[in-house]
């Protein structure tokens, strides 16, 4: 038995349709299959990234660096396909996620073991990767022609109309759902999270939890970084940038708690999803997507904001339920 | 805020030989005598790269290099101590040049400009402040969104174009010297916001609680500092600051894109880290900060003769920050604890 | 047959500068309710925390089960056997009610090694039928009163089968009808033959429920027994002890006018309706059980938290004080509870602890003068008896008691007309707490109101001149010293005077 949508996320996709039939009443093209497609196509990347994202949050930690790794992995694999084309794609694959895992590693390393806070690991890391990605390509590209069809294509051939890249966010959802309401470890990256002592008091290992956090959601992001450069046919030193933030955004969006302890996967899956009509009713309505950034600040702080006074709400409600028991 | 760890037992503390002896050690070990032999190396090692390294021109030029970082690390650094981070400066820097840009369109003057960037930096300053101590919301949290709205709105303004035009005169704030020395505005301007922002944090009342609040927030608060009044005034200062940083920055480039000073608050960042102020707040001071301002600027400038280019010095920077942070732990390993028995 | 459980022998424990149990001993058999009894600080919850392993003792031994063990982590003590219930949130708000009782022994499914939801859920919906509570099982633990916080951890006690149960203060925010069902629980508990230590400071709910007590004091063991061969007054006296009640220095200040007048203040959720007049030269003690709200009153009028409704006077003239610095400037002080975390701060010197009250009065301007520091930090630090190698120490160099002197000092710097002092001598050694006695009525003799919270009952009847006691955010009774005697003001903050 899954967990069921709570509350809050209930109200949030009721909240998602209504815009849904907002933006339909003026464009009503927005509602095309394929407009539609394109959106999950444009929004799978985000998802599984928040998804990884979401774990760290949980813990009460945060990752600057996944938009570096991500390129950083993009770059490699691309690299990688240019100068060695016969290596098939699911070696391609799996090197990508390897090397996201060790990325993501090295930030849990730095973040359980050297205790260095959360922001400012990931603040030097994300330098570091992004500057590495530069190494690597030594300041060119890789562009389209000469990244293999096979490596191209991957993100775009479809099944039954529905593209690889969906399946696989499908996939990482599936799986993170699983992992995150279904399993021990994924349970205690909550307890973690929600309260450091009681974690201990149960015998909850928090470095390890800390370290599998940033681990897994390095791995996810490897992934990303091989289906990013695919799709879009082009690896480069500037690849994603900014996109941290908009991992970020999909998960406050979603109601994961920046402190840590709550936040689930259906919430950060419809989090990324209304980043990606709000991003796609920009384009359809003309606005420039120089427009994007700024609004992704506005979400977060505005999402964070809410959180909080809903927060302040619910003990005010609390404390005179209380009161009014005695 | 940082809770007071355990405490450790510490009878010899009365065994003057005992300490004698480890002060001798401490000091060799004391992290502004390191930061200036790391500084002396980097001298050295910057002047056998080039000859003309040591000459006074060109000394007093690489400093055009990094001083309007230097300007946001001074608030920067009364952020740390209080326990908080912002990362939100060179954000705040990018939209009050935009701006400054708007408002040189529109034909406003020198002093106009002025105003128009100092006055951005403190409003945006102060929203962020604001936010963080209106709703109790972790600076970082706030600050990290603020960053993205608040350079998104360069963008939103500015596109994929530039401003160019500004009064002549407005150049002389990034580019000029002082009289007929060569000795550049910039740099006496930090020199005297320095020593204004050491004395603020180590001589007057404002400094000892800004201490006070990093150590333990809620103790303050008992003791009836005004804990998120002076945590708003910090926020709004570092605002002021970044919006003067820009105006040096704008006037010295001449030329305002909407990704001017992107990436900064890494360097600004690592400069106060590695200026020994701890991360986790309360302790630091001025010296180890103006050391490492000059141990950076002189380490990208020596890294830049031998024609490493800006994202590989990003590289050096980011190792610099996790160093920073992990090595005064590991010194005290190597340092003779007082509570042996 | 030996069928005793748990036998602890000699344990001791410090922390620093404190003592906190001396060779304490203390042996349970299985079936038996034990009553651990003991004012504040006399060193129950530390043992029982030993037991759960959060604490390593210094010295002694622990046999289980016939066995010489020692419980290094909370989990190992747990999966001997050993179940207890903290005084301190130890519960994940954002989780829900079932994955709080099974966090950390979740149950996987046996064919795919998935956790069971379903079954966990039914189990504690089992649990929570068999506690009789009205709660879903998938609320989140923060939408719970602290009541329902409680019985939920009861509840995961008893979902880990222990053979100890440990409860420490289980009902003190239980109302008279949940304290019914804990009861029938304990009973349960007990025929099934487990062990259950039962910590409260309500003596009728020890004659009611325990058979068998320990009693310590100043962590020391004082004594055992059958509950059914003891008297209330028994208890009252090994808890309290005889020899302590003629160390108070009883000095009869005179008392002059109102200074201090609190009306129908509430903050709900915490208190309601209180009102008291303090006047000057007087010490006004407040006395209640843990959780009573003595020191949310406190922390309201100090302007930390915030009031609902109700008014304060000052000399006669309302106040509305929005924070601490507020209430310095009308003469009030506020010496807290929590010396480390709320008191002091650790890391900085002596100098600046005492003088960080009145650091603006003291500079010139905005700018700092470490000469007149010093000379006020060395003028209260000789009066207090500071004992320090130099003014610039560390404070958390000091010993606790040291540490607490460091916060009297910078309060009484700040010379107060009204002294607040929230358990002043809490874990703090015989010697320093004469002196802070010896300063507190001193300072009442040079006219200073003050009120005096403690849960220490002898230093409340030693140091007050009128007694109010709470009970469950309320006053139940104000006292005169003269009618004021151990067993009429238990009984008020029991709250059973009114019924």
């Known amino acids: 038995m899954l967990v069921l949508p709570q509350k809050r996320e209930f109200n949030f996709f009721i909240f998602i349709i209504l815009i849904i039939f907002i933006i339909s009443l003026r464009t009503p093209s927005f509602l095309d299959l394929n407009n539609f497609m394109d959106i999950l196509n444009d929004t799978a990347i985000l998802t599984m990234v928040a998804i990884g994202q979401l774990m760290i949050i949980v813990t009460g930690g945060i990752d600057l660096s996944v938009d570096a790794s991500l390129a950083l992995t993009g770059m490699s694999v691309a690299l990688l396909n240019q100068h060695y084309p016969e290596i098939p794609l699911f070696i391609i694959i799996l090197i990508s996620i390897t090397i996201g895992l060790l990325l993501g590693s090295i930030n849990g390393l730095l973040v359980s073991q050297a205790k260095i806070p959360p922001v400012i690991t990931t603040l030097g890391t994300m330098s570091i990767y992004r500057g590495l990605v530069f190494v690597i390509c030594k300041g060119t590209w890789v562009s389209a022609h000469e990244m293999t069809e096979a490596f191209r294509e991957f993100p775009r051939r479809s099944f039954l109309g529905i593209s690889n890249l969906i399946f696989i966010a499908l996939l990482i959802i599936v799986l993170f759902l699983i992992f995150l309401s279904l399993t021990k470890t994924g349970r205690e990256i909550y307890g973690v999270g929600g309260n450091k002592t009681a974690a201990q008091y149960v015998g909850i290992n928090l470095n390890k939890i800390n370290y599998l956090a940033y681990t897994l959601c390095g791995g996810i992001t490897g992934l990303a970084g091989f289906l990013w450069v695919a799709r879009y046919a082009a690896a480069q030193s500037e690849t994603a940038i900014g996109f941290n933030f908009q991992t970020i955004a999909a998960c406050v969006v979603g109601g994961v708690s920046i402190t840590g302890g709550s936040g689930t996967v259906i919430g950060v899956v419809l989090g990324a999803f209304f980043i990606g009509i709000v991003y796609d009713s920009l384009t359809m309505i003309n606005v420039s997507p120089f427009w994007q950034m700024a609004i992704q600040g506005f979400i977060i702080l505005f999402a964070i904001i809410i959180n909080t006074i809903m927060d302040k709400r619910n003990q005010q409600l609390l404390l005179r339920k209380r009161s009014f028991n005695e | ?341 | 047959m030996n069928n005793c459980i748990l036998e602890m022998k000699g344990i001791r424990k410090y922390f620093y500068g404190v003592k906190a149990l001396e060779g304490v001993d203390f042996k349970i058999k299985t079936g038996e309710v034990h009553a651990l009894i003991g004012e504040n600080g006399a060193g129950k919850s530390t043992l029982v925390k030993i037991l759960a392993g959060v604490y390593q003792p210094n010295a002694g031994t622990i046999i289980f089960n016939h066995k010489s063990v020692q419980f290094l982590s909370p989990q190992i003590s747990q999966q001997a056997g050993i179940s207890a219930i903290h005084q301190e949130a130890t519960m994940f708000p954002e989780l829900s009610v079932t994955e709080n009782i099974f966090i950390g022994h979740h149950i996987r499914n046996k064919s795919n090694g998935l956790l069971s939801w379903k079954e966990m859920k039914d189990k504690t919906q089992a649990l929570l039928n068999r506690l009789e509570l009205d709660i879903h099982p998938d609320t989140k633990v923060k939408n719970l009163s602290v009541a329902q916080r409680h019985m939920v951890e009861v509840a995961k006690a008893l979902s880990l089968n222990a053979k100890i149960v440990i409860m420490d203060e289980p009902t003190s925010a239980l109302t008279i009808k949940e304290v019914e069902y804990l009861y029938k629980i304990i009973r349960k508990l007990k025929s099934e033959n487990k062990a259950v230590i039962f910590i409260s400071h309500k003596f009728e709910e020890i004659f009611e429920i325990a058979d068998y007590f320990t009693v310590l004091r100043d962590g020391k063991y004082i004594g055992e027994g059958k509950m059914a061969e003891v008297t209330m007054d028994e208890i009252i006296q090994m808890v309290i002890g005889r020899n302590l009640e003629h160390r108070y220095p009883q000095i009869e200040a005179e008392q002059g006018n109102t200074i201090l007048k609190v009306k129908n203040l509430t903050r709900i959720g915490f208190f309601k309706d209180i009102s008291f007049e303090l006047h000057q030269g007087e010490i006004l003690g407040f006395f209640g059980l843990v959780g009573a709200g003595r020191t949310e009153v406190m922390q309201t009028i100090f302007g930390i938290e915030a009031l609902t409704s109700g008014e304060v006077f000052i000399n006669g003239k309302k106040v509305n004080i929005a924070n601490p610095a507020e209430a310095m400037n009308y003469g009030l002080a506020y010496i807290p509870e929590d010396r480390q975390l709320q008191g002091t701060i650790l890391k900085m010197n002596i100098k600046e602890n005492v003088t960080l009250s009145i650091i603006n009065k003291i500079s010139r301007h905005f700018f700092l003068d470490k000469e007149k520091e010093l000379k006020i930090t060395e003028q209260y630090g000789k009066q207090i008896e500071i004992k320090a190698s130099s003014w610039q120490q560390l404070v958390e160099d000091l010993s606790g008691g040291n540490q607490q002197k460091v916060v009297l000092a910078k309060w009484i710097a700040t010379k107060p007309r009204i002294l607040i002092m929230d358990e002043p001598t809490k874990g703090i050694d015989v010697a320093t707490k004469a002196t802070v006695h010896n300063i507190i009525s001193e300072l009442a003799k040079q006219g200073i109101a003050i009120i005096l919270v403690s849960s220490e009952l002898p230093e409340i009847l030693g140091m007050s001149n009128n007694i109010i006691v709470m009970h469950e955010g309320a006053i139940t009774t104000k006292f005169t010293r003269d009618k004021a005697n151990s067993e009429n003001i238990i009984k008020a903050a029991i709250g059973s005077i009114l019924s």
């Open chain 2, 1 to 341: 805020m940082n809770k007071p760890k355990a405490l450790v037992n510490k009878k010899n503390i009365f065994d003057l030989e005992k300490i004698r002896k480890i002060n001798l050690l401490n000091i060799l070990l004391k992290w502004e005598i390191i930061l200036f032999f790391i500084f002396i190396a980097i001298i050295i090692v910057n002047s056998n790269l080039s000859p003309y390294f040591l000459d006074y021109n060109n000394l007093m030029n690489t400093t055009f290099n990094f001083i309007e970082k230097a300007i946001i690390a001074l608030p920067m650094m009364l952020v740390i101590i209080c326990g908080d981070i912002d990362i939100s400066a060179a954000s705040i820097l990018a939209l009050s040049s935009v701006f400054m840009g708007l408002a040189s369109r529109a034909g406003v003057g020198t002093f106009g400009l002025i105003a128009v960037g100092l006055f951005t930096g403190l409003a945006a300053g102060f929203l962020n402040g604001f936010i963080i101590t209106k709703f109790g919301i972790p600076a970082i949290a706030v600050t990290l969104g603020s960053m993205s709205l608040f350079r998104g709105i360069a963008y939103v303004i500015l596109g994929d174009k530039a401003f160019t035009k500004y009064p002549k005169s407005f150049a002389y704030f990034g580019q000029g010297y002082i009289g007929n020395t060569m000795i550049p505005f910039e740099l006496v301007l930090f020199i005297v916001l320095a020593i204004i922002f050491g004395i603020v944090l180590h001589k007057t009342t404002l400094g000892r609680k800004i201490f006070a609040i990093g150590n333990n927030s809620i103790a303050a608060n008992f003791s009836g500092v005004a804990v998120n009044k002076i945590r708003l005034i910090i926020f709004t200062v570092i605002g002021f600051c970044s919006g003067l940083a820009s105006i040096l920055l704008t006037s010295r480039i001449g030329s305002t894109r909407p990704n001017i000073a992107d990436g900064w608050e890494l360097e600004i960042i690592t400069t106060v880290v590695l200026g020994g102020v701890v991360i986790t707040g309360g302790q630091g001071n001025i010296f180890g900060v103006i050391i490492s301002v000059f141990i950076i600027g002189f380490l990208k400038f020596g890294m830049g003769l031998i024609n490493i280019p800006g994202k590989v010095m990003n590289i050096v920077l980011g190792f610099l920050l996790i160093i920073a942070i992990m090595l005064p732990e590991l010194l005290k390993r190597i340092k003779p604890k007082n509570n042996i028995k």
